[in-house]
């Protein structure tokens, strides 16, 4: 099975743009799409993006989803940071047999 | 309104089993795969596996198959997880959760349960 690699830890004032990276081990990034949840502690996960790049309804244009194939990463970009964005990052994709895997998870701590 | 409710904390000694339901409501259980994601204290998420309420069968991780059986009742709209052999390990909230759709899209893993804790100590 693929393992999906992502940061530990990123961190950045308010009002500024971080990016997460997500790194897929093996097969094509681009085969299947990527997700990526929201976690505070506490709570259950909620999506931020979807398919690649598209945002529920609800989720502010502040965040932004991308695949890129040459280094076979996906990418969430949080822009305009605020402190409400403060939580644990997670992507997601899945493979041709229906199974599905989460990276590693990111912190991202807004100073 | 789609609500997943999970049964409630569990404990349990090593080698034992738990099983946790997840009702769902809201729309029509046999329409999306019912996943079910652990999370140990202070860890990511891990996948577990799936359900197809439709026909009943189940995918599951390497890490727990042969350990874990999901199920679903279509009479009841409950997706059932049983974990066998418990271990120290297996102590985490797991959640239960499935898909939005609408409109001509599907968003996987969009609605979840509110996590059921499992303690496995002796």
């Known amino acids: 099975n693929f393992l999906l690699t992502q940061p530990h830890s990123v961190s950045e004032s308010p009002g500024k743009t971080v990016t997460i990276s997500c790194t897929r081990s093996?097969?094509?990034?681009?085969?299947?799409?990527v997700q990526w949840y929201k976690q505070r502690p506490g709570s259950s996960p909620t999506t931020v993006i979807y398919e690649d790049n598209q945002r529920p309804s609800g989720v502010p244009d502040r965040f932004s989803g991308s695949i890129d194939s040459s280094s076979n990463s996906a990418s969430l970009t949080i822009s305009g940071l605020k402190t409400e964005d403060e939580a644990d990052y997670y992507c997601?994709?899945?493979?041709?047999?229906?199974?599905?895997?989460f990276g590693s998870g990111t912190k991202v701590t807004v100073l | 309104e789609v609500q997943l409710v999970q049964s409630g904390a569990e404990v349990r000694k090593p080698g034992a089993a738990v099983k946790i339901s997840c009702k769902v409501s809201?729309?029509?259980?046999?329409?999306?795969?019912i996943h079910w994601v652990q999370q140990a204290p202070g860890k990511g998420l891990k996948w577990m596996g799936l359900v197809d309420p439709e026909d009943g069968k189940g995918i599951y991780a390497e890490t727990f198959q042969g350990r874990v059986t999901m199920t679903a009742d279509r009479s009841t709209d409950t997706a059932y997880m049983e974990l066998t052999r418990l271990t120290s390990d297996d102590t985490a909230v797991y959640y239960c959760?499935?898909?939005?759709?609408?409109?001509?899209?599907?968003?996987?893993?969009?609605?979840w349960g509110q996590g059921t804790l499992v303690s496995v100590s002796s």
């Open positions: 809201g729309y029509i259980f046999i329409d999306h795969y």
């Open positions: 997601q994709s899945y493979d041709g047999s229906n199974h599905y895997v």
């Open positions: 959760t499935t898909a939005r759709s609408g409109g001509g899209l599907e968003i996987l893993m969009y609605y």
């Open positions: 093996i097969g094509s990034v681009a085969s299947n799409h």
